[in-house]
């Protein structure tokens, strides 16, 4: 089965509005024309409205950084996934390694975030990723592993369809260090392999599974030609209208 390419610039806690709009404006134009790939961009929270608004008639997809499992209520500095419906988020980005190690994410806080978002039809970027401790130790899998069950966990066939894997090694995030195409690959081999045991119904050949890691406009063909790899999540680089269109063009390069 033919997988989309999925490229999505998470640009974490970066750029004001006036900045933001700047960058969509740059990204509208160097991706005219960009069919073949599906694109997304995560802008910080107070971005979203004037970027949904500057996005109307674009293929690009808006994507949020993160959101809250309830509704609404006194849940003082949260944002839920009714309000991102509203200003016409398509993704959610849940579970990053950087909420997981600075803001207390576990893998059952994330599993309510998703199965939040999902209720409200938003799709899922879902996080994932051992850290250079747990890869020296030879736990890589055994982390993937718990981190898919545990993020995953009640959700049918259905909702697996709105998902897309995030595998995002922990070491390779905003250090240069990028995982080699054949580490990723092995990774997302063994992710597929998981998602098999899991669901039937073709999930596992159809959910995409993007990278994320240092990812360059030089490095991201590499990744990108390996099997199991169906796209990217791009920290650094996507906060930049011509290296993130470079990666979002890998097949031109
Ligand atoms: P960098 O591309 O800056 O390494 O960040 C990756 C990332 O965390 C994307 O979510």
Redesign the pocket.
Known sequence: MKRLPFIAG?WKMNKTVEESLDLVRGLKVSLQGIEDVEVAIAPPFTALYPVSQELKGSSIHLASQNLFWEEKGAFTGEISPMMLKEIHCQYAIIG?SERRQYFGETDETVNRRIKAALRYDLKVIFCIGETLNEREEGKTFSVIERQVEGGLKGLGEKEARDIVIAY?PVW???TGKTATPQQAQEAHRFIRQKIERLYSGGISEGIRIQY????TPENSKGLMNQEDIDGA?????SLNAESFSRIVRFKEI
Do not use: F, R, W, Y
């Open positions: 998470n990053h995002e390779a995030i905003g994320g890691g240092s990812v999540l791009v920290g650094g680089a």
